[in-house]
C-alpha cells in the first residue's frame, strides 16, 4: 500500500491495518488528524487513504467554508466516503457544531424551509489536516481517534521523491542531492524544482540535469545552493543589526505577512542554526552572522 507516498513509514503501517480492517468489515475508518508542516504531504496523504481505501473522497477548505459548502460536501458522501476538511483550525465554531452530532450520532441539525430539522448521514469518515493542532478547540481535538503527526522526511526519502517526479529525466547523484539541499526538507519544494528541471531541459533538449543548469534553475526561482531566498536573507541581515526583534516588528519592518515568516521562513533558518526563537523574540546567531559574511 501507499507505493507513491515515500516515507512516513510509521503512519503507512498504521494505515495500512486500519484500511486493511474497514475493507473486511462495515466498518469506516476513524476520524483522523494529520499535522504537518506546508508541503509535508497532508493533502496527499488524505487522497492517499481514500484510494487505498477504494472510496470517495471530497474536500473541504475550512478557511472560509460556509455552512452550505459543509452540507453540500456531506450530502455527496456515502458510508466509509471521506470527507477531507484542510486547514481544520481555520472551521468557524457554527460548523464545528454541525459536525459534532454528525460524529457522536451520524446526524446532521439543520434548518430546512425554516424549521430546525434532523437528516440521518451516512457513515463517513472525517479526516482533517493542519498546521496548527494546538488551534483546535480541545472537545473537537477530542473527536479525533487518530493523529497522524508526519514527520521531517530523510535525506534517501527526499532523493527517492526526486527521482519520482525528475521522471524520465536523469540526474547523477550530484544533481540529486543538490536538489534535495535546495528542497529544505519539504516535498513540495521538490516538485517545484523537478518541474523546472524538466521544463528548462525540456526546453534545450535535453534528457540529463548538468550542474550548469541547475545554476540557470537556482536563478530563475530565485534560490541559492541551500534553498535561501531573498526573503530568508532579509530575516537574517535585519536580525544581523539588532538585537532582537518579535514577529509583529519582523513582519512590519520587512513587508512580509507574519504567518509567512513564522511558517516557512523561521523553521528552516532554525533548522539550520542561524536564527533562534525566544519569547524575547528572534536572534541572529553566530552561525546565522557567519553564513551572512561568507556569503
Ligand atoms: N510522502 C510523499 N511522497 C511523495 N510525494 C509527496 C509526499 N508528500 C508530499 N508529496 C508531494 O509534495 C507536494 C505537496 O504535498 P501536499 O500538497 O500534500 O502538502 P500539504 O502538507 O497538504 O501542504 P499544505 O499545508 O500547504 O496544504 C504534492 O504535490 C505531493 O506530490
Ligand atoms: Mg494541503
Not at 103 to 127: A, D
Not at 210 to 223: A, H, P, R, S, Y
Request: include cysteine; charge should be positive.
Amino acid at each position: 500500500m501507499f507505493e507513491k507516498y515515500i516515507g512516513q513509514d510509521h503512519i503507512k503501517d498504521l494505515l495500512t491495518t486500519f484500511i486493511t480492517y474497514s475493507k473486511s468489515s462495515t466498518e469506516p475508518l476513524q476520524h483522523m488528524l494529520i499535522t504537518g508542516g506546508s508541503g509535508l504531504g497532508k493533502t496527499t496523504l488524505a487522497n492517499a487513504i481514500a484510494k487505498e481505501l477504494g472510496v470517495k473522497c471530497v474536500s473541504l477548505l475550512a478557511t472560509n467554508a460556509s455552512e452550505d459548502d459543509l452540507i453540500k460536501a456531506i450530502c455527496n458522501l456515502s458510508d466509509k466516503d471521506i470527507l477531507f476538511i484542510d486547514e481544520i483550525h481555520a472551521l468557524n465554531k457554527k460548523l464545528i457544531e454541525i459536525l459534532f452530532p454528525i460524529i457522536s450520532e451520524h446526524i446532521l441539525y439543520t434548518k430546512y424551509q425554516g424549521v430546525m430539522t434532523r437528516f440521518r448521514v451516512s457513515n463517513f469518515t472525517i479526516i482533517g489536516a493542519t498546521t496548527h493542532e494546538g488551534k483546535l478547540p480541545t472537545a473537537f481535538l477530542n473527536r479525533f481517534t487518530v493523529t497522524l503527526n508526519l514527520k521531517p522526511y530523510t535525506e534517501s526519502e527526499l532523493t527517492a521523491m526526486t527521482k519520482l517526479y525528475l521522471g524520465q529525466y536523469k540526474a547523477d547523484d550530484t544533481m540529486l542531492n543538490a536538489i534535495v539541499n535546495m528542497s529544505k526538507g519539504v516535498p513540495r519544494i521538490i516538485t517545484n524544482i523537478t518541474n523546472s528541471v524538466k521544463i528548462y531541459l525540456k526546453s534545450l533538449g535535453k534528457d540529463t540535469l548538468e550542474q550548469k543548469d541547475l545554476k540557470m534553475i537556482q536563478m530563475f526561482l530565485g534560490v541559492n545552493d541551500i534553498g535561501l531566498n531573498n526573503v530568508d536573507f532579509e530575516i537574517l541581515r535585519y536580525l544581523s543589526k539588532v538585537k532582537s526583534a518579535s514577529l509583529k516588528t519582523l513582519a512590519s519592518v520587512l513587508s512580509i505577512e507574519a504567518i509567512n515568516i513564522e511558517q516557512i521562513h523561521e523553521p528552516y533558518l532554525i533548522k539550520l542554526g542561524f536564527i533562534e526563537r525566544s519569547s524575547a523574540g528572534r536572534t541572529i546567531t553566530d552561525a546565522g552572522r557567519k553564513y551572512l559574511i561568507d556569503k
